[in-house]
């Protein structure tokens, strides 16, 4: 999942570079990191998906905490 995450970045960063020189390499290269954050997508749900982990929606309340700072550890 990593290496996916890694390739999709870096693939976004090259895509910009050559967007001034070549718009056909430009699309190939966003075309491949596309691909390479739909596979890192699937790669966290079969994740969640095997630990029996819940997939937050987008109106979860969790994920407006996300990058807050405000996580609290809760001991049940």
Do not use: C, H
């Amino acid at each position: 999942m990593v290496q996916a995450a890694r390739l999709g970045v870096q693939t976004i960063a090259e895509g910009s570079v050559v967007s001034g020189t070549s718009k056909n390499m430009e699309m190939k290269l966003t075309n491949v990191a596309r691909t390479s954050l739909e596979k890192l997508r699937r790669d966290y749900e079969d994740f969640l998906r095997q630990r029996v982990l819940t997939l937050w929606t987008r109106d979860d309340p969790r994920r407006q905490l996300q990058g807050t700072g405000r996580w609290q550890v809760r001991s049940f």
